[in-house]
């Protein structure tokens, strides 16, 4: 698999895939439908920011932790430096929240309402080690400024 021509088809599809004014649990779900099915890894889905903490959203993949506090983990932590946050072995990651021992590097992108707020991230699981790169993080920033587009209109 070519991964970039995978993100180069995802973006491409999110444009028409995704509706701007549709709930938002739809178009999460379409897209990480969308992404599962281009990319295939162990788990792919959404925490969304609900008071001080983030809350399971739509997702592909084995079950998962339900709640995580700001500034926790990863997916909390990615949300706290409103940064994407690349972890090459989530062993080495300090704090990081073990849904699955599968689960061997991740990514993590935040996306935005229109006042610069968080509304949640998407976070990606590999069981490969060091699985995501600068192009993925680049193709999924991308990913989530379309997200935040339509999901703020
Ligand atoms: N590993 C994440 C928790 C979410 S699961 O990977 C689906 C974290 O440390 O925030």
């Given at each position: 698999m070519d991964r970039k021509i995978e993100y180069e088809l995802i973006l491409a599809e999110s444009e028409a895939l995704l509706e701007e004014g549709l709930e938002m649990v739809s178009n999460l779900s379409n897209a990480a439908a969308l992404l599962q099915q281009h990319l295939?890894?162990?788990?792919t889905g959404f925490y969304l920011v609900s008071g001080n903490e983030l809350v399971l959203g739509p997702f592909q993949g084995p079950?998962?932790?339900?709640?995580?506090?700001?500034g926790k983990g990863v997916c909390g932590s990615a949300w706290e430096l409103k940064k994407t946050l690349v972890v090459?072995?989530?062993h080495n990651f300090p704090g990081h929240i073990a849904c699955s021992p599968l689960s061997r590097s991740e990514i993590v992108v935040p996306f935005y309402n229109n006042s610069g707020e968080v509304l949640g991230v998407l976070d990606i699981d590999s069981h490969?080690?060091?699985d995501f790169g600068?192009?993925?993080q680049e193709y999924l920033e991308k990913f989530c400024e379309i997200?935040?587009?339509?999901l703020v209109k």
């Amino acid at each position: 698999m070519d991964r970039k021509i995978e993100y180069e088809l995802i973006l491409a599809e999110s444009e028409a895939l995704l509706e701007e004014g549709l709930e938002m649990v739809s178009n999460l779900s379409n897209a990480a439908a969308l992404l599962q099915q281009h990319l295939n890894f162990h788990w792919t889905g959404f925490y969304l920011v609900s008071g001080n903490e983030l809350v399971l959203g739509p997702f592909q993949g084995p079950v998962a932790c339900t709640k995580i506090a700001k500034g926790k983990g990863v997916c909390g932590s990615a949300w706290e430096l409103k940064k994407t946050l690349v972890v090459a072995d989530v062993h080495n990651f300090p704090g990081h929240i073990a849904c699955s021992p599968l689960s061997r590097s991740e990514i993590v992108v935040p996306f935005y309402n229109n006042s610069g707020e968080v509304l949640g991230v998407l976070d990606i699981d590999s069981h490969l080690l060091d699985d995501f790169g600068d192009s993925d993080q680049e193709y999924l920033e991308k990913f989530c400024e379309i997200l935040s587009r339509k999901l703020v209109k």
